[in-house]
Nanobody, 121 residues
């Protein structure tokens, strides 16, 4: 399986971006997909997960601002990010859930290459 994330960029605080995670090589519609982010000098952290059922789960830091969705016909998961803050600045990654939890980094695999999001103040 291969995942490719794109859509990052430079945006002013309060602005919006939409990230895309395109998948190939496996049964995408039956996969749970997560978004994570990693800022310089910090550990990778969970942002949001969407299950194959459509159930969604968000980190508290992004709840109410970010929305994860999926289009199985396009083998793509999206992360709509509104109300961006400077602390959202990070490289954003998507991955396939392969373990028991829906937010632990160690329970995800097949990481994409990441896309950089930079939010200016």
């Amino acid at each position: 399986v291969q995942l490719q994330a794109c859509g990052g960029g430079l945006v002013q605080g309060g602005g919006s971006l939409r990230l895309s995670c395109a998948a190939s090589g496996r049964a995408f519609s039956s996969s749970d997909i997560g978004w994570f982010r990693q800022a310089p000098g910090k550990e990778r952290e969970h942002v949001a997960t969407i299950m194959s059922s459509g159930y969604t789960y968000y980190a508290d830091s992004v709840k109410g601002r970010f929305t994860i969705s999926r289009d199985n016909a396009k083998n793509t998961v999206y992360l709509q990010m509104n109300g961006l803050k400077p602390e959202d600045t990070a490289a954003y990654y998507c991955a396939v859930r392969t373990g028991a939890t829906i937010s632990r980094t160690g329970d995800f695999d097949y990481w994409g290459q990441g896309t950089q999001v930079t939010v200016s103040s």
